[in-house]
């Protein structure tokens, strides 16, 4: 057992504080990983503070891991040490499941989170990025492209494949118009790569303030949701919008600007319900899915993908000391447009 050293929620309505705790010794499928940034996801704080029920404290947060591979186990043939190396949302899946499904393994029973679960043993509490190290079974570790700076690449592993996915997954292209509710963390990675892909892209925001940020990294357009007009100017517009809102908004609201059979995917993942009226749906044969992240083939696709085209996050770097303070800025939509831990941090 080695020694990690990271910080905690012990409880949900506790700031997180240093803690310390035991990585596995690697087996002979494991890859040892130097952690050296950890974005700081919403989904980081809905878990910290039980938000959706279902949290195990201690809780180490983090699933935007990268870092620099210090040790391999016998049987892993993809790495080696010093690769630069990624770690996402999950860290095993159904890999006993005859019929292990490589593109919706993330939709599978068997799914073991990189934090607050459990290993396939039932017992084993998962610790996530906020430390200093971590092992994980080769399947589960992605190749970070060399030509992307690591710290601003971190984001890419939940925010990254969080919109790659539903974006590939609706088609989203030349021809098509998509807009990106909500330009936060998830929702700017959203705007760089639906560009990318060759849509037309709208930001749909609460207000201008980052108007200028969103031309920048890619949009066509920037409303306002706060401003009525804009309800109204959009109408039976998008074939597609992608919803990142992490509070509840009112969806019907939004699905009135699709066109004819346009869709309505969440990726954000309020505290409670949202009614949706039928008519919001019907005339128009339109739909309302989710998305959740993405398959580990899925997410060293997308990192190809931006390795391709230059694609990482706008970042806010952050010592681990100063957590809380960006839980809080999170929270008032007051980060440009991810905050990243400097793992180094914990050694001062
Ligand atoms: P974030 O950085 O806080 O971004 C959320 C954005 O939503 C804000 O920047 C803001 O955009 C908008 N927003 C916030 N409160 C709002 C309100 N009351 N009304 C209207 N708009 C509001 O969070 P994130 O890290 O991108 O995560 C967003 C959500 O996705 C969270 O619920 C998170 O748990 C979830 N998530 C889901 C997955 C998945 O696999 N489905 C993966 C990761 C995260 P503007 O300032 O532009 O209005
Ligand atoms: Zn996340």
């Known amino acids: 057992m080695a020694i990690a050293r990271g910080y905690a929620a012990t409880d949900a309505s506790k700031p997180l504080t240093p803690f310390t705790f035991e990585r596995r010794e690697p087996n002979a499928d494991d890859v040892v990983i130097s952690i050296q940034y950890c974005g700081v996801c919403h989904s980081d704080i ?27 186990g016998s049987s892993v043939t993809k790495f080696k040490i010093g690769d630069h190396v990624g770690v996402g949302c999950f860290v095993d899946s159904c890999v006993g499941c005859a019929a292990r499904d490589l593109d919706n393994e993330q939709y599978l029973p068997g799914l073991v989170q990189t934090y607050n679960d459990f290993e396939a043993d039932g017992e084993t509490p998962t610790y996530g990025g906020y430390s200093d190290s971590i092992v994980v079974k080769e399947g589960y570790v992605l190749s970070i ?54 849509a037309d892209v709208t930001v749909l925001s609460q207000s201008l303030s980052k108007k200028e940020d969103g031309l920048r990294l890619g949009a066509d357009h920037y409303y306002a949701t706060s401003d009525a007009e804009t309800f109204k100017a959009l109408a039976g517009t998008f074939d597609l919008i992608i919803c990142t809102v992490s509070a509840e908004i009112d969806w019907n609201a939004y699905l009135n600007l699709l066109k004819v059979n346009g869709s309505m995917v969440l990726v954000g993942v309020p505290e409670h319900a949202v009614p949706v009226h039928a008519f919001s749906l019907v005339p128009g044969r339109r739909s309302l899915a989710g998305s959740m992240i993405g398959s580990i083939k899925e997410t060293q696709e997308m990192l190809d993908f931006c390795g391709e085209h230059n694609i ?4 806010e770097k952050i010592n681990i000391s100063e957590i809380n303070e960006a839980y809080e800025r999170v929270l008032k939509s007051d980060v440009r447009y991810r905050f990243v831990i400097d793992i180094a941090s914990l050694k001062a």
């Open 46 to 72: 809905h878990q910290a503070r039980n938000e959706w029920g279902n949290s195990h404290y201690p809780m180490v947060p983090g699933h935007e891991i990268v870092g620099t591979v210090t040790a391999v």
């Open 145 to 198: 492209p060399d030509n992307l700076p690591l710290d601003a690449a971190a984001p890419l592993l939940c925010a990254g494949i969080t919109l790659y996915s539903p974006l590939r997954h609706w088609n989203a292209g030349p021809g098509k118009k998509v807009a990106i509710l909500g330009m936060g963390g998830l929702g700017h990675m959203g705007v760089k790569l639906a560009h990318a892909m060759g």
């Open 312 to 315: 990482v996050s706008e970042i």
